[in-house]
């Protein structure tokens, strides 16, 4: 009788079963490592922004705005022009992070401003407007980004009105 070397079929499709398993989990654990990885650095950059701003309206005793676009895509930062007219702006920079997606809810933030003693205020200036809460939400959607996808990565931002800040993680 002759012995048999090697796999059955059945062996063979029980192995690639197996190892296609391992490779649907490793991707989707990769997505969203990636995706963490994107909303974590952004988040992080957004701070970074925030306290130059407060470091810029420090040094030179005006206020300093960030403004946020009407298509959730970009946030700028601009610096009052005159202190003796708050509708006097001029540009310092504007920050596009995810060029291919919204990553904030347009409707879900504020602009605001912050002052030399790092108290936050709401924009356009009013002459007697008292320090704000801010609340920020930043997101990324799964799948392509499309309006109708699901929100996966939720990152909220809330500012107080001195300038303190907490990072909540959803």
């Known amino acids: 009788m002759r012995k048999k070397s090697g796999f059955s079929i059945v062996e ?11 490779v649907v989990l490793t991707l989707r654990v990769g997505e969203s490592v990636t995706a963490n990885s994107r909303i974590t650095g952004l988040v992080n950059n957004f701070l970074a922004d925030y306290s130059a701003a407060k470091l810029l309206a420090s040094a030179e005793n005006r206020y300093v705005a960030i403004t946020f ?27 596009t992070p995810l060029s291919d997606r919204p990553f904030f809810d347009v409707g879900g933030v504020s602009d605001f401003a912050i002052n030399s003693t790092g108290e936050v ?3 356009p200036l009013a002459a007697n407007a008292n320090p704000i809460n801010v609340a920020l939400s930043f997101y990324i959607r799964r799948g392509r980004g499309a309006a109708t996808d699901p929100v996966a990565y939720l990152r909220t931002i809330r500012i107080f009105p001195y300038g303190g800040l907490k990072v909540e993680k959803h």
């Open 12 to 22: 063979l499709l029980v192995i690639l079963a197996i190892l296609s398993v391992i």
């Open 121 to 123: 205020r709401a924009v």
């Open 69 to 95: 676009s009407g298509d959730g895509r970009s946030y700028t930062l601009q610096k009052q022009t005159d202190v003796s007219n708050p509708a006097l702006w001029t540009h310092v920079k504007t920050v």
